[in-house]
């Protein structure tokens, strides 16, 4: 009786910390998708327009470092739920 409890909480934490992993691995892909976005979009905008290039520049500079912001604060949550 108390080994099929242990077991039963022992699989819950290994389905957690799977969790955990795959959430870091969505977030990362999530940011790159995004500033691959932002990069493709910037550069299309530079294409039509080359004498804004500074202000789309700094602008993509701007939202990636957001978007890389946000990722990291999810993969530091997801690997503080494994340590923790």
Same mark, same amino acid.
């Given at each position: 009786m108390?080994?099929?409890?242990i077991?039963?909480?022992?699989?819950? %934490?290994?389905?957690?910390?799977?969790?955990?992993?795959?959430? $870091?691995?969505?977030?990362?892909? =999530? #940011?790159? *998708?995004? +500033?691959?976005?932002?990069?493709?979009?910037?550069?299309?905008?530079?294409?039509?327009?080359?004498?804004? %290039?500074?202000?789309?520049?700094?602008?993509?500079?701007?939202? $990636?470092?957001?978007?890389?912001? =946000? #990722?990291? *604060?999810? +993969?530091i949550?997801?690997?503080?739920?494994?340590?923790?």
């Amino acid at each position: 009786m108390v080994l099929a409890v242990i077991l039963q909480a022992v699989a819950g %934490a290994a389905l957690g910390k799977v969790g955990a992993a795959f959430g $870091a691995a969505v977030a990362a892909l =999530a #940011a790159a *998708f995004g +500033i691959a976005k932002i990069g493709k979009s910037t550069m299309e905008g530079i294409a039509r327009q080359p004498e804004s %290039a500074g202000n789309m520049r700094t602008s993509m500079i701007i939202a $990636a470092g957001m978007i890389e912001g =946000a #990722a990291l *604060f999810a +993969i530091i949550v997801c690997f503080l739920t494994l340590i923790l």
